[in-house]
C-alpha cells in the first residue's frame, strides 16, 4: 500500500530519501528477436559477365558461413559464353544448373529464393515455383497487375512462400489493396523493403526512394515498417543492403528487431562514405553476422527461417 503522509512531511522525507536513478531491473528486456534470418543475393550485378559456375561457388560460401537463405537472380546478366541468363536460357534449366550443385553439397541446409520475372511467357516466368525449385520468391506489388497477381496466385498454389518484394511506402498500399484485402496473399505475410537504390528514368515498374544520408535512411525504414504493421503486426519484415548504404541499412534493421538479406546483387559499396568494393558476398555476410552478434543476435538456421515465414522444415 502507499502510505499516506501530508503533503510537507511527503516532501521532506523526499528531499531525506531522494534518489536520482531507480534500479535497473524496472527496465523490461525489449522486444528484439535473438535469432535474424539472414539471407544473400548473390547475382554480381555490378560485374561485366558471371558464370554458373561462379554462382555456385558465391552460394556455397555464404550457406557454408551459415547463412539461411540465397536469393539468385539473373535479371539483365550474361555468362562467359555472352548468353543473356534472363533470356537465352529456359528459367529451370538456369536455376538447376545452380541449385544441383547446392542440393548435393547442403542438402535443405538453406532456402533456395528464386527470382520468378523471367521468360517469353506467363507460365516460362513460373516455371521454377512449378517445378518445386524454391522455398520463397520474390515478387514486387508495383509490378503490372496482368503479370504481379497472377504470379502470386500462383506461388501461393505451389506451396512457395511470395516475397513482397516493396522498394517504397506506395508499394506496401498497392500489396494491401490488390493481395492482402482480396484475400489472395495468406498469412504470414512476408516482406522485403529493398529501398535506397538509384533509379534511371521518372517513372519504372518499380519506383524508388532517393535515400543520400543516415537521416533518409532512417526516416523511410520507420515509415515503411510503421506502414506494415499497421496492415499486420505480426508480418515477417527483412531489408535488404542497397545502393551506397550498405550495412548502414541492414545496421538499423538489425537493431529494430527485424531480418536482413546481404549480398552484392544490390551494391558493391562496403562503406556509404568511401569508393572501397565489397570482396564478395562472404565479406558482407561476415560483417553482418558480426553486426548481429554486437546487437545479442544470432543467426537463423534454414528451418528457423522456414518456421519464420509459415513453411514446413526439411531435414
Known amino acids: 500500500m502507499v502510505e499516506k503522509l ?16 531507480a534500479g535497473a531491473e524496472l527496465q523490461p528486456k525489449w522486444d528484439v528477436s535473438e535469432k535474424i534470418a539472414i539471407n544473400a543475393a548473390v547475382s554480381g550485378r555490378f560485374e561485366s559477365t558471371t558464370s554458373l559456375a561462379e554462382y555456385v561457388d558465391a552460394a556455397s560460401s555464404v550457406i557454408e558461413a551459415g547463412a539461411c537463405g540465397v536469393h539468385i537472380d539473373f535479371s539483365f546478366m550474361t555468362d562467359e559464353k555472352g548468353r543473356r541468363l534472363d533470356r537465352d536460357i ?10 544441383e550443385p547446392l542440393r548435393a553439397r547442403f542438402g535443405n541446409d538453406f532456402v533456395p529464393n528464386l ?39 500462383e506461388l501461393e498454389a505451389a506451396g512457395v512462400k511470395p516475397e513482397l518484394a516493396v522498394h517504397s511506402s506506395g508499394e506496401i498500399e498497392l500489396a494491401k489493396r490488390k493481395l492482402i484485402d482480396t484475400g489472395i496473399l495468406k498469412k504470414p505475410y512476408n516482406w522485403l523493403i529493398l529501398y ?12 524508388g526512394t532517393w535515400v543520400s544520408n543516415a ?8 515509415l515503411m515498417v510503421d506502414q506494415i504493421r499497421q496492415i499486420d503486426p505480426t508480418s515477417v519484415i527483412s531489408v535488404c543492403a542497397a545502393g551506397r548504404a550498405t550495412l548502414y541499412m541492414t545496421t538499423l534493421a538489425t537493431m529494430m528487431g527485424l531480418h536482413i538479406r546481404i549480398g552484392t546483387e544490390d551494391t558493391p559499396w562496403k562503406y556509404p562514405n568511401s569508393d572501397e568494393r565489397l570482396k564478395d558476398n562472404l565479406e558482407m555476410f561476415t560483417m553482418a553476422c558480426d553486426i548481429a552478434a554486437l546487437h545479442g543476435r544470432k543467426p537463423a538456421s534454414a528451418n528457423d527461417y522456414r518456421a519464420l515465414v509459415g513453411k514446413p522444415p526439411r531435414n
Open 196 to 207: 535506397g537504390l538509384p533509379f534511371n528514368v521518372g517513372r519504372t515498374l518499380v519506383s
Open 115 to 153: 527470382n520468378v520475372l523471367n521468360g517469353s511467357s506467363f507460365d516460362e516466368c513460373v516455371s521454377p515455383a512449378r517445378a518445386g525449385q524454391c522455398e520463397v520468391a520474390p515478387c514486387a506489388p508495383g509490378h503490372p497487375d496482368a503479370f504481379m497477381v497472377p504470379a502470386i496466385t
Open 215 to 222: 537521416q533518409d535512411m532512417t526516416k523511410h525504414l520507420f
Open 6 to 21: 501530508s503533503l510537507w512531511e511527503a516532501a521532506k522525507r523526499e528531499m531525506e530519501e531522494y534518489q536520482f536513478i
Open 90 to 99: 529456359p528459367p529451370t534449366e538456369a536455376y538447376a544448373a545452380v541449385l
